[in-house]
C-alpha cells in the first residue's frame, strides 16, 4: 500500500508550510510536537520533517525538535541540513528511522552513495525538483534555490547500486499550491528511479491521493508513498480520508 506521510516543514523552530519553496512565502502551523501529535492521533505511522533552515544554510538549531518527533513513536523520515556522516549517525542512533539526503547527495554522489551502501533503507535521497527548459525535470538545491548541474539521470548513475529506501521526488512548483501533483512528471522519475519513489507536492483533495495511489509507472511499479502537507493541516483533507485514499494502491 502506498504509505501516508504527513508533513512537517521547520522554520526557527515553528511549523511552517512554504509556497513554491520560496522563503518569504510562508505559512506559520505553530508548535510542530503538536502538530505532529495531531498527524499520529489521526493515524498516521509515518511523519515527513524537513528542517528548511538546515537545508538553506546547513543549520542544526531545528535538530532537537527532530529528534522528539522521534520520540513520540512514529517512523520519523527527515531531512535538511543533512552533510556529514556524523549527521546521518547522530539522527538514526536517535530514533530517526530514515533520514533524506538532499544538496549533500547532489554535491558529493560517491559519498551519499556510501551512505546508502552502509546503511541501507535508513537513508533515502531527495529530489527536488523545477521543469527544465526543454521539459524536463532539473534537481535543485540548497532549500530550492539553486539549480544543479546535473541531470536526473547523470545524478543517479553517480549515486550507484547503494540500496537506498527511497528517493523522495518534491514537484517545487506545486508544493504549497493546492493545486494537483505533477503526474507526469511522476510518472517519469517513477520509471528512471532504481530505489522506491515517493511523491511530494501539490496534494490539494482526496482525489489527488487517490490519483497517485492509482498511478502506475511503464514497467507496472507504484509509488512507495505520498506526503501531504498543507493539505492536511488547512483540513481540506482529514487524515481518515488521505489514509483512506492511499489504501487504494493496495
Not at 515527513?48 to 538553506?56: P, Q, R, Y
Request: with cysteine.
Amino acid at each position: 500500500m502506498m504509505e501516508l506521510l504527513p508533513a512537517i516543514d521547520l522554520i526557527d523552530g515553528r511549523a511552517v508550510r512554504l509556497l513554491r519553496g520560496d522563503f518569504d512565502e510562508r505559512s506559520d502551523y505553530g508548535d510542530p510536537l503538536r502538530l505532529a501529535q495531531e498527524f499520529l492521533d489521526g493515524g498516521a505511522n509515518w511523519l515527513h520533517v524537513v528542517d528548511l533552515d538546515g537545508a538553506k544554510s546547513g543549520s542544526a538549531d531545528n535538530r532537537p525538535i527532530v529528534l522528539a518527533m522521534a520520540a513520540l513513536g512514529a517512523a520519523v523520515e527527515t531531512g535538511g541540513g543533512i552533510r556529514t556522516t556524523t549527521d546521518v549517525e547522530e539522527l538514526l542512533d536517535a530514533g530517526v528511522h530514515r533520514v533524506v539526503l538532499g544538496t549533500a547527495a547532489l554535491e558529493d554522489p560517491a559519498w551519499a552513495g556510501a551512505m546508502g551502501r552502509r546503511f541501507g533503507e535508513q537513508v533515502a535521497i531527495g529530489l527536488d525538483y523545477r521543469r527544465g527548459t526543454d521539459g524536463r525535470p532539473v534537481p535543485a538545491t540548497k532549500g530550492w534555490l539553486d539549480a544543479s548541474a546535473l541531470s536526473v539521470e547523470a545524478w543517479f548513475d553517480a549515486l550507484g547500486d547503494a540500496p537506498f529506501g527511497a528517493v523522495v521526488v518534491t514537484a517545487i512548483d506545486r508544493d504549497g499550491t493546492l493545486g494537483g501533483p505533477d503526474l507526469e512528471g511522476l510518472t517519469e522519475l517513477l520509471d528512471l528511479s532504481p530505489w522506491p519513489v515517493i511523491a511530494s507536492g501539490g496534494v490539494g483533495s482526496a482525489g489527488d491521493l487517490s490519483a497517485l495511489a492509482q498511478m502506475v509507472g511503464s514497467t507496472g511499479r507504484r509509488l512507495a508513498g505520498a506526503i501531504v502537507g498543507k493539505a492536511l493541516v488547512d483540513g481540506r483533507v482529514s487524515m481518515e480520508e488521505a489514509v483512506a485514499a492511499c489504501a487504494l494502491s493496495a
